[in-house]
């Protein structure tokens, strides 16, 4: 069993900057994938970034740059920083984790998932 505990979202005006983190529980963190997903109002969950339990970090095409992707295996934390930021940003942001280097962006692929924290840029 693990449990996912995301913190950081807020509002913030565009071009500002937010950090997310998601703390995980259970003793597997280390070798798992975590990811992180966002779902806008009205529009479906989409994938935004993963680092895997190797250490290899994957970035959605139209976030990388602005977004960094960071975990800490002795805190069990993955970190979201996300910079310049725009009102499409503007989302909850889900936490997740999988066992397994592959399908990181397929949203079906992660077997644990973390209660969501809202993000809201404002123009």
């Known amino acids: 069993q693990v449990q996912l505990v995301e913190s950081g979202g807020g509002l913030v005006q565009a071009g500002g900057s937010l950090r997310l983190s998601c703390a995980a529980s259970?003793?597997?963190?280390?070798?798992?994938?975590m990811g992180w997903f966002r779902q806008a109002p009205g529009k479906e969950r989409e994938f935004v970034a993963a680092v895997s339990g190797l250490g290899g970090i994957y970035y959605a095409a139209a976030l990388e740059g602005r977004f960094t992707l960071s975990r800490d295996n002795a805190k069990h934390t993955v970190y979201l920083q996300m910079n310049s930021l725009k009102p499409e940003d503007t989302a909850v942001y889900y936490c997740?984790?999988?066992?397994?280097?592959?399908?990181?962006?397929?949203?079906?692929?992660?077997?644990?998932w973390g209660q969501g924290t809202q993000v809201t840029v404002s123009s």
């Open positions: 259970g003793r597997t963190f280390s070798t798992r994938t």
């Open positions: 997740a984790t999988k066992q397994g280097y592959s399908d990181y962006e397929r949203e079906l692929a992660y077997d644990y």
